[in-house]
């Protein structure tokens, strides 16, 4: 740990390398599994490390080097899931709000009503089914769960994979949407 310390507070910039080269695919594979988008893995663990070196005073450290690593990657991509259901369900309801207002705009384009529909169907049926749930309904996890004899890990699993597949589908037809 004092290497560790040492490395952060500047003083080793080897021993900073060390630890990088150590930790680093280790940590990716471990946001990956929480956030399920390689690439936003590898920009979480890459930004832990260069917020660590630009910033070392801030670093509380009091365990080992690999607990505060693994400690801070996982803080991290909670921090991006709660910003992403933000910005989703923020979305949602900006195409809800298009389609419930009788906008001209909706109006000349009904397609747009059904995009969610048609990106829902292509999802696994009980993965689609828990999404409308959540969203939709606007159902807890614990009952979403009761109702379909499931734990609520395995809802919030589902949810997070149907907003990855969901925001893959409907990035171009939200843009399509926001940009009329």
């Known amino acids: 740990m004092e290497q560790f310390v040492a490395a952060l507070k500047g003083q080793d910039t080897e021993a900073f390398e060390v630890l990088f080269h150590t930790y680093y695919a280790q940590l990716v594979r471990f946001a990956e599994g929480i956030l399920f988008d390689p690439q936003q893995a590898e920009d979480t663990v890459q930004a832990l490390f260069v917020y660590l070196w630009e910033n070392p005073e801030k670093a509380n450290i009091t365990t080992s080097a690999k607990a505060y690593l693994y400690r801070a990657v996982h803080n991290r991509c909670l921090n991006q899931i709660k910003s992403i259901r933000v910005l989703d369900k923020n979305l949602l ?3 809800q709000a298009l389609i419930n207002s009788g906008q001209p705009d909706v109006a000349l384009y009904p397609e747009k009503e059904n995009r ?22 606007e159902k807890k996890l614990k009952d979403i769960a009761d109702h379909m004899g499931i734990s609520e890990n395995t809802v919030k699993t589902q949810l997070l994979r149907a907003k990855e ?16």
């Open 116 to 137: 969610l529909g048609q990106a829902l169907s292509q999802l696994p049926e009980r993965m689609a089914k828990i999404f409308r749930m959540k969203y939709l309904e």
């Open 165 to 180: 597949k969901l925001r893959k589908m409907l990035t171009v037809i939200l843009w399509y949407i926001l940009v009329p």
């Open 93 to 95: 309801l900006y195409q």
